[in-house]
């Protein structure tokens, strides 16, 4: 039963979310009657949304001001205002996108088709679409930082980077992932490579972010152009939306941009051992449910297909939470 209704406990954080409660309550401590008033909402039922968000442990309520705050987790991770830490950018993707869709995971899973914006079109290719539209564009890169923002902390403090000088991220997006490496490893210099439209979002983070005399864009498309060489090349949600066949070729296409004694991580939500663990499963099913093509996999899998493209002494380990990392070496 508490499975079967999930969905209501999951759109009370979306809505809360999208209509900006966390950073709100990040600058102040507020009342039922200010949280109305700051929402532009209907009084009638404010109450049993923050205490839904109460029990669900989001939120603080003090009983004795009534008097509603963020937890310390909601305080970094909710608030827009931190850029770097805000994952809330996944989250308004899933509501604005992910959340209708899966609605439609049982005709998908009869159909094999996607249930989003490429239902009844001729066009198979998602990014075609979502990149064509400026506001679903934005909408998707701020996801793309929030599902990566937490990885890329742990990329920066958990791999030892004191060996390498340069690093190109395949798939930036927005470019949170050279911009949490270049805050944290001054010697570093790095490229973001993704599909042209992206370039001036990724340009205007970076630059926000006062990195831009260390931080470039290149644009290109790693099915058409070879990717930028550098010491570290990182792959980190690229692999999972695409076929076998396309997985290895990008995988080979890193070898040959890794320079000689460097390295290529690849990180994502991995299967693990035993198919017991929930997320990475449901991440499988959200790309039926996305894309004509794409599955996840495991960390054997994607050690397999690094030493298949060459690499070697290809190793894996947990990054954070549930994401695995893969480094695989090349050889000098």
């Known amino acids: 039963m508490k499975v079967g209704m999930g969905f209501a406990a999951s759109k009370t954080l979306l809505s809360a979310v999208e209509l900006g409660l966390f950073t709100e309550l990040a600058q102040a401590h507020l009342t039922v009657d200010e949280v109305v008033q700051r929402l532009k909402l209907h009084p009638r039922g ?5 205490d839904v968000l109460v ?14 705050s963020n937890t310390p987790e909601t305080d970094y991770y909710l608030d827009k205002k931190k850029m770097l830490s805000y994952v809330g950018g996944f989250l ?28 009844g079109q001729k066009d198979n290719n998602l990014f075609d679409v979502l990149y064509a539209d400026p506001e679903k564009l934005r909408l998707y890169l701020r996801g793309m930082t929030g599902n990566s923002s937490t990885s890329a902390l742990a990329l920066a403090h958990k791999f030892n ?50 990195l831009s005399d260390r931080i470039k864009y290149v644009p290109g498309d ?27 070729m990008l995988l080979k296409k890193a070898f040959n941009a890794t320079n000689p004694g460097g390295v290529t991580i690849v990180y994502e939500t991995m299967i693990d051992p035993s198919r017991k663990q929930a997320a990475a499963l449901l991440f499988s099913l959200h790309m039926l449910i996305q894309r004509e ?14 030493e298949e493209a060459g690499f070697t002494d290809v190793k894996f380990e947990t990054l954070v939470g549930n994401h695995t990392m893969v480094v695989g070496h090349k050889p000098k």
């Open 46 to 50: 404010v109450r049993d949304f923050l």
């Open 161 to 210: 980077w004191a060996g390498y000088k340069t690093f190109t991220d395949i798939g930036t997006a927005q470019g949170c992932v050279p911009a949490q490496l270049a805050m944290k490893h001054p010697h570093l210099t790095g490229v973001g490579f993704d599909l042209p439209p992206c370039e001036p979002i990724f340009n205007e983070f970076i630059a926000d972010l006062k």
């Open 293 to 306: 093509e794409g599955f996840n996999f495991s960390s054997e899998q994607c050690k397999s297909w690094m």
């Open 222 to 248: 790693f099915f058409k152009d070879e990717m930028p060489k550098g010491d570290v090349i990182i792959m980190g949600h690229v692999l999972h939306s695409w076929d076998l066949e396309k997985k290895k």
């Open 55 to 68: 029990s669900l442990n989001f939120l603080k309520r003090d009983d004795a001001t009534g008097k509603y």
């Open 92 to 119: 308004e993707m899933v509501n604005g996108r992910g959340y209708e869709y899966w609605g439609h995971l049982t005709e998908a899973l009869k159909t094999g088709k996607p249930q989003n914006e490429l239902k």
